[in-house]
């Protein structure tokens, strides 16, 4: 079965950076978009950023010209750069596998936008 877990959390002062990983297996081609996520506790999940097959990216405002979303689908990787981190992005950070269909464009703004997630793995920020 698919699945995608993630790597790269911890801790880091504010100002700093990071990069989180993902991997995915259980299926050979990825003709699905896919996205970041995160949550903070008490809050919904909120969309980071999403990337497409073809490399078309889409941001959240909170994190636009701050982190960058890419992939190595030649490893089956997703990762997110992450530069001048703030203590407001301590959160979980989940990489998700959006549904077919449903481009990066419009899956931040999409209910149900993904159909299978990560384990997640925690950013903190001080």
């Known amino acids: 079965h698919v699945q995608l877990v993630e790597s790269g959390g911890g801790s880091v002062q504010a100002g700093g950076s990071m990069r989180l990983s993902c991997v995915w297996s259980g299926y050979r081609y990825r003709s699905n978009s896919m996205g970041w996520f995160r949550q903070s506790p008490g809050e919904g999940r909120e969309g980071l950023a999403a990337i497409d097959n073809d490399g078309h990216t889409r941001y959240a405002d909170s994190v636009k010209n701050r982190f960058a979303i890419s992939q190595d689908n030649t490893k089956n990787f997703l990762y997110l750069q992450m530069n001048n981190l703030k203590p407001e992005d301590t959160a979980m950070y989940y990489c998700?596998?959006?549904?077919?269909?449903?481009?990066?464009?419009?899956?931040?703004?999409?209910?149900?936008?993904?159909?299978?997630w990560g384990r997640g793995t925690q950013v903190t920020v001080s």
């Open positions: 998700a596998r959006l549904r077919r269909g449903i481009p990066a464009e419009s899956a931040l703004g999409t209910p149900n936008a993904v159909d299978i």
